[in-house]
C-alpha cells in the first residue's frame, strides 16, 4: 500500500516578506546616517573649493592690473553701497630725449614750444609696442597735482602731462599735440622717463559691493576723469555674490602704497562661503 505525503507549495509568506522589508529598510536607514554626512561634506568641501579659486582668480587680476597702475593714479571711493578702485593702466614705459642729458642734436620732448616729435633713447618699447592712440604720461604726481596729473579730463588735455600718440617711426614718438609746452608750471621726469597708457583701456576701475552680496566688476575705457566718479559702460564680471573691505593707504613718502582687500564670496545654494584677503604693493614713484 502505498501512502501519498501532502505537498508543500514552495515560495515566501507574506509574514517573510514583510520582515525582510524591514531588516532592509533598518539597514539601509544605519547605512544613511554613516553615508550622508560624509557625502554632505563632501558636496560642501566642493563649494568651498569653487568659491576659492573663483575668489583667487579675481584677486589675482586686481592684483596684475594694480601692479601695472600710473604711478600716483591709485584712487578709492566708497559710494552707494560699493568700493571703487580706480587707476591709470599702463602697459610700458621708456625714456625720451631731453635738452640736459648731453645731447646735441635730434628731436628732443619740448617744455618750451609745440614741437610734436621727440627720440626714444635706447630701444623702442615692446611687449607690447607702443601704438598709435596710445598715450604717453611724463612725471604723474596725481590729483591735486596739476599740470602733473594725467586724470586731466579734456582730450586732447592742456596744461597736463598726457599726450596722445599719432605716429611711429623707427624711434621717432609723434604726437597728436604736445601738452607738455602748456605746462605751468613745467614739471619734466627728472630721469626723462614716460610710460604709456594703451589707448584701448585708459582709466580702469573695480567694483565691489560693501555689506550687501553682488558682482565684483572690472570697467575700463571709458576714459579720464578729474574726480573721481562712477564709471560708465559695460563692466567684466569677476565673481558673483561679493562682497569687499577695501583700504588704501600711501606711505608717509608718497614714494609706495599697500592696498588692502578682504574678498567674501558665497555660494547661493549651499550658503557656503570664503573670504581671502590681499595686500597688493603700489609703486608710485614716478
Not at 635730434?106 to 607690447?128: E, H, I, K, Q, R
Request: with cysteine; hydrophobic share 40%; proline share 7%.
Amino acid at each position: 500500500m502505498i501512502t501519498s505525503r501532502p505537498h508543500r507549495s514552495a515560495g515566501f509568506t507574506l509574514i517573510e516578506i514583510v520582515m525582510v522589508i524591514v531588516i532592509i529598510g533598518i539597514i539601509s536607514g544605519m547605512v544613511a546616517v554613516f553615508v550622508v554626512k560624509p557625502v554632505q561634506g563632501y558636496i560642501d568641501a566642493v563649494h568651498r573649493a569653487e568659491l576659492t579659486d573663483t575668489a583667487d582668480v579675481a584677486l589675482r587680476r586686481l592684483t596684475r592690473d594694480v601692479r601695472l597702475a600710473l604711478p600716483n593714479s591709485l584712487r578709492v571711493m566708497t559710494s552707494g553701497g560699493n568700493h571703487y578702485i580706480e587707476f591709470i593702466m599702463t602697459t610700458n614705459g621708456g625714456r625720451y630725449r631731453d635738452t640736459t642729458d648731453g645731447s646735441t642734436a635730434g628731436n628732443f620732448l619740448s617744455w618750451t614750444s609745440a614741437n610734436l616729435t621727440f627720440d626714444v633713447l635706447g630701444p623702442m618699447p615692446s611687449s607690447p609696442a607702443l601704438a598709435v592712440n596710445d598715450y604717453i604720461v611724463v612725471y604723474n604726481l596725481g590729483t591735486g597735482y596739476a599740470p602733473a596729473d594725467a586724470y586731466a579730463a579734456a582730450d586732447p588735455c592742456t596744461n597736463c602731462n598726457r599726450a596722445k600718440v599719432s605716429g611711429i617711426s623707427a624711434n621717432v614718438v609723434t604726437l597728436s599735440t604736445n601738452p607738455f609746452a602748456g605746462q605751468s608750471p613745467p614739471l619734466p621726469s627728472p630721469n626723462a622717463r614716460f610710460q604709456i597708457v594703451p589707448g584701448g583701456t585708459k582709466a580702469v576701475t573695480y567694483v565691489c559691493p560693501t555689506t550687501t552680496a553682488g558682482n565684483l566688476s572690472r570697467y575700463a575705457n571709458y576714459g579720464f576723469n578729474a574726480a573721481q566718479a562712477l564709471p560708465s559702460g559695460t563692466p567684466s564680471t569677476l565673481a558673483a555674490n561679493a562682497t569687499c573691505t577695501v583700504d588704501y593707504t600711501p606711505t608717509a613718502t608718497g614714494r609706495n602704497g599697500l592696498l588692502y582687500i578682504e574678498l567674501k564670496l558665497t555660494d547661493s545654494t549651499s550658503g557656503e562661503s570664503v573670504t581671502l584677503f590681499q595686500q597688493i604693493h603700489v609703486d608710485n614713484a614716478p
